[in-house]
């Protein structure tokens, strides 16, 4: 399939000419919006995870709804007198009170807490799974890479949604926690003390955290996630739903259930996904504030760990040298200043890829029909290492309680967190890209010599060979839904000759043949530029 259309020669437009441009194919606006009744859906499993974020975040909103007419937002000192006989007579904020006052007092007020923890939980698992999905099929290839852009700002803002909800209660293990987030802005070179001033209102703990949070959880990050999510869903529809490849199905159509009938399914899935979090809320204890007790600034709780979407930030601090350097007389704390900056730019990575692989590959054609993993070696096997990392210092978050638990030393688990952390990711990568190789060479077995029936057949002349089926059309027809890539053209050996375009053109190509294996190209070259290249005209 061939590029799309372009302005020729070097006259591309200005810069503000070539924005309007990329805005327009990609906010979808030449494309007239369908009706509803005309939508169609793709029937797959893995399209339900985006569902399950989208149901679970209803659940979270109308529980934070009921939990905000009991929560008292508030560092102001009370004396406890509530239905909790081990904390009676002691000095609590009104925040701790008002959440205790919830679980014990008001009737289904603890099974409407936990319900709320659970569906926060069961919402960035969901979408961060979503995400993958995403990433891994190439569903955020031209024009979608906005729709990953908001995707993944939604991530960014359900995670910071948790970290604020997470301690407002004033409990010793939430503020244990901010005791971390204020030592990680303390850091922050120039600007550290002035961040913690204007979040805490003053000297840590301060006397209007609960206040902010609770502003910042109920309100404004509340707004922003229905504003994206708004946002993601109109661009899914005025793009198009994509979908895997299969017999009808071509980048000009969508194959799938009517609207009407994925507006039923997704009914009962909302009740599923609303009934399994209520389940869980019954069944399954979350966040035992009196078991923590109120939070003391002299006092630190043992074996605190964040929810798991926070577990890679408290991993890379937990596992870093204590490092400080001095610099113009000034402390720099490293130890707490670069597992910062590795965790933001660990997720800025995933983040920007979309661009960063339409670059190396230079691909600007759109794309509907998603790819089959096996058959992008090198972005599986980059999303494979960048899970890989996430899982080992999500590992290191936890150092103090696997010792424990193991009976093995802190420091070891520490430093085999550290060595994890530079070699699992490697390793994660070469041996996936070598699996997905495999694979590709599989299936192209069986399409040239049919499946293996395991039936062992004797030729007249004493040979055994295995009997192959031929696979039906179907089957052949999944297999082979994908671009074949033509071989790489040979390219003099010196990269200075030929013009500066040449040269770009065949850095582009390594770059290419490196992310999609040997002998391939992801755009078939003009006659002009195959000549700038290869120095002679195309057979």
């Known amino acids: 399939m061939g590029n799309d259309s372009r302005p020729a020669g070097p006259e591309q437009g200005h810069g503000g000419d070539r924005l309007v441009r990329w805005l327009d194919s990609r906010s979808g606006r030449r494309r007239p919006a369908s009706s509803a009744r005309r939508l ?9 995870l985006g569902e399950i974020a989208l149901y679970s975040l209803v659940v979270l909103l109308v529980t934070g709804v009921y939990l905000s007419f009991y929560f008292h937002p508030s560092s102001a000192p009370v004396v406890y007198d509530g239905g909790y006989a081990p904390l009676r007579g002691q000095l609590v904020s009104e925040a701790f009170d008002s ?8 009737r289904g007020g603890l099974l409407i807490r936990q319900a709320h923890h659970w569906a926060a939980l069961v919402f960035v698992a969901a979408l961060f799974t979503h995400l993958m999905r995403v990433f891994f099929t190439g569903a955020f290839r ?12 939604l991530l960014v803002l359900a995670m910071f949604a948790g970290l604020t909800g997470y301690d407002l209660p004033d409990d010793l293990l939430s503020g244990t926690g901010l005791q971390v987030v204020n030592g990680t802005l303390l850091s922050v070179p120039v600007v550290g003390t002035y961040l913690s001033f204007f979040l805490f209102g003053g000297e840590f703990p301060g006397e209007d955290l609960i206040a902010r949070f609770n502003t910042l959880h109920t309100l404004v990050i509340p707004a922003l996630i229905v504003a994206l999510l708004a946002a993601h869903l109109a661009l899914a529809v005025r793009h198009r739903h994509t979908q895997y490849p299969g017999p009808g199905r071509t980048e000009r159509n969508v194959v799938g259930r009517p609207a009407k009938a994925h507006a039923v399914r997704a009914a009962g899935l909302f009740c599923f996904v609303a009934g399994v979090i209520s389940v869980m809320a019954a069944v399954a204890q979350i966040n035992p504030v009196w078991n923590y007790g109120p939070f003391r600034p002299d006092q630190v709780s043992a074996g605190s760990q964040p929810d798991w979407y926070m577990g890679v930030a408290d991993g890379l601090l937990r596992v870093m040298p204590g490092w400080e350097i001095d610099v113009w007389g000034h402390t720099l704390a490293l130890d707490n200043f670069l597992p910062l900056l590795a965790g933001v730019l660990f997720f800025l990575a995933l983040g920007a890829y979309p661009f960063l692989e339409a670059w190396v590959t230079d691909d600007d054609r759109d794309h509907h029909l998603l790819d089959r993993p096996r058959n992008r070696p090198v972005r599986t096997a980059l999303g494979v290492a960048w899970l890989s990392g996430y899982a080992v210092a999500l ?15 802190v420091n070891g688990v520490t430093w085999a967190v550290r060595i994890g952390l530079f070699v699992v990711p490697v390793l994660a990568f070469a041996v996936t890209r ?10 192209r077995d069986k399409v040239l010599h049919g499946r293996e029936t395991g039936v062992i057949k004797r030729l007249p002349h004493g040979e055994y060979v295995e009997v192959h ?37 065949r850095l582009r190509t390594g770059l290419s043949r490196a992310f999609y294996g040997p002998g391939s190209q992801i755009t078939k070259p003009s006659e002009t530029e195959y000549r700038e290249i290869t120095g002679r005209t195309r057979p």
């Open 40 to 48: 169609v859906f793709p029937d797959h499993w893995s399209f339900l």
């Open 99 to 106: 959440t205790l006052h919830l679980s014990f007092d008001v």
């Open 142 to 153: 031209k024009p979608r890479e906005l729709n990953w852009v908001l995707g993944f700002l």
């Open 395 to 409: 590992t290191g978050a936890a150092n103090d309680v696997i010792a424990t638990r193991l009976h093995v030393s």
């Open 434 to 443: 070598r699996l997905a190789l495999g694979l590709q060479r599989r299936d």
């Open 469 to 505: 089926e031929v696979l039906d059309q179907a089957h052949r027809h999944a297999l082979t839904a994908h671009e074949q890539y033509r071989p790489l053209e040979p390219v003099p050996a010196r990269d200075t000759d030929g013009p500066p375009t040449a040269r770009a053109r």
